[in-house]
């Protein structure tokens, strides 16, 4: 399964933007490359996810590096419900889903 | 629809016995899998199935841990000879198969306690 790296957990302010960095040099030419996020005592729900160009929906926008081996999640004004584990995953098509520990975003009011 | 809903929610059990879950996934989707996360850690992979086929085992599945979905629709988790390492959530999570890379559906979990 292909890798991906991010940092154990990050911090940032109520209603500022928030960058949420991944990792994926060993990402293959098939792999999408999915976000999601758990808040506490919840199950993952789904965020975002894209191939080659950024991506824009209700929650998130994701931006993909040009050679595709980073990724980063925008948050474009946090709150205080942003805060959980968002995790970055690569997947194959329609290939199962593996996690990683993800990062563990705190936000301050 | 009301999202995949997964029975039950705790169940607390003594060492030795056996136990088993339900998950319920979203009507129209033919994928299902099963995840087990402990504290602090990502939810980790279990199997998955297509329809009724089970698709893929992980290791990390032991021969205590059994796993059906016999019409297609809702899938059972059994555990047999529960030990205290079994402690854990559970997840089930549904999507689709048909159009590529769909999002995965998760229910809120079954938490495990093995005494």
């Known amino acids: 399964d292909a890798k991906t790296t991010q940092p154990n957990s990050m911090e940032s302010n109520e209603e500022e933007p928030v960058h949420l960095p991944c990792n994926h040099s060993?990402?293959?030419?098939?792999?999408?490359i999915h976000w999601y996020r758990q808040l506490p005592s919840q199950g993952p729900e789904y965020v975002i996810h894209?191939?080659?160009s950024n991506v824009n929906n209700r929650m998130a926008s994701l931006a993909i590096a040009e050679d595709r081996k980073s990724s980063t999640l925008i948050l474009h004004r946090a709150t205080l419900r942003d805060a959980a584990v968002y995790y970055c995953?690569?997947?194959?098509?329609?290939?199962?889903?593996?996690f990683g520990k993800g990062t563990r975003l705190h936000i301050l009011p | 629809d009301t999202g995949v809903s997964q029975d039950p929610r705790h169940k607390i059990t003594k060492r030795g016995q056996n136990v088993t879950f339900r998950c319920d996934p979203i009507?129209?989707?033919?994928?299902l899998y099963w995840y087990r996360q402990t504290l602090g850690q990502g939810p980790e992979f279990l199997t998955y199935?297509?329809?009724?086929?089970?698709?893929?085992k992980s290791r990390l599945l032991s021969n205590r841990f059994s796993a059906e979905r016999p019409k297609g629709s809702f899938s059972t988790l059994e555990i047999q000879r529960t030990e205290q390492g079994d402690s854990a959530m559970y997840l089930c999570?549904?999507?689709?198969?048909?159009?590529?890379?769909?999002?995965?559906?998760f229910g809120q979990g079954t938490r495990l306690t093995v005494v």
């Open positions: 999570a549904s999507s689709r198969s048909d159009r590529a890379n769909t999002e995965a559906f």
């Open positions: 060993t990402i293959s030419g098939t792999d999408y």
């Open positions: 894209g191939l080659t």
């Open positions: 995953i690569l997947r194959d098509r329609d290939d199962k889903i593996i």
């Open positions: 009507s129209e989707h033919n994928r």
């Open positions: 199935f297509q329809n009724e086929a089970q698709l893929e």
